[in-house]
């Protein structure tokens, strides 16, 4: 198993650019979550799914759409990227709820200038 | 909403010498408590979980932590350093739904030789 995945690694970004940072899991996890982490603040969440076709908000989720279309899939898109939103960006996945182990990807690390 | 407190953003022990790391909750009811190490650069590793079967929880890599809800507390600790605990550890506590997860800030252990 290559457990989660993310894609890019490293991102840089100019103001008002769109992307899609890429999450995937090959453990038929049904939870999957995006999280920030930033210097001295942890990791906050920025959206969550419970299952294919049903996302909803974490702590953060101003700036950042999800969708969940697959149960091995679950892209974040920033559609106007802004310096705030400079962070490293971490996928995870858990069987089926938070509570159980969450598995978390390498990361990727997003500038925005 | 839940929340953590992580006392100590920075701490250093010795090797050999034992390892206290400080995690507070905020909830009237027991949550589910986690304990969470990252090593630098890559993503977060699930050390040990509390889910009310047991008040002290044993993880990997020799550390435990006790839940003690008189004090809203689940310190980590472990009674001998060694050098590869060197990294960055994260209490979390999630909601009762299980679905939305509150970090603490960080403490970054030191271990010096």
């Known amino acids: 198993n290559a457990g989660v995945t993310q894609t890019p690694k490293f991102q840089v970004l100019k103001t008002g650019q769109s992307m899609t940072l890429q999450c995937a899991q090959d453990?038929?996890?049904?939870?999957m979550s995006w999280y920030r982490q930033d210097p001295g603040m942890g990791l906050r969440l920025i959206h969550y799914?419970?299952?294919?076709?049903?996302?909803d908000q974490g702590e953060v989720p101003n700036g950042y759409n999800v969708s969940r279309s697959t149960t091995e899939d679950f892209p974040l898109r920033l559609l106007s990227a802004a310096p705030s939103q400079t962070s490293v960006y971490f996928c995870?996945?858990?069987?089926?709820?938070?509570?159980?182990?969450?598995?978390f990807g390498p990361g990727t690390r997003l500038t925005v200038t | 909403a839940q929340s953590v407190t992580q006392l100590g953003s920075h701490v250093s022990v010795s090797e050999g010498a034992l390892v206290l790391l400080r995690c507070n909750y905020s909830s009237s009811v027991p949550p589910y408590l986690f304990w969470y190490v990252q090593y630098p650069n890559q993503g977060l590793q699930l050390l040990l979980k509390y889910t009310s079967a047991a008040t002290l929880v044993k993880g990997i890599n020799g550390f435990e932590a006790e839940f003690k809800k008189s004090e809203t507390s689940f310190h980590l600790t472990k009674p001998s350093a060694h050098m590869s605990d060197a990294a960055e550890y994260f209490c979390a506590v999630s909601d009762q739904a299980g679905n939305q997860f509150y970090f603490g800030t960080g403490t970054s252990l030191t271990v010096i030789p």
């Open positions: 995870a996945s858990s069987y089926s709820r938070a509570s159980y182990e969450q598995y």
């Open positions: 799914s419970v299952g294919a076709g049903i996302t």
């Open positions: 453990m038929n996890h049904e939870y």
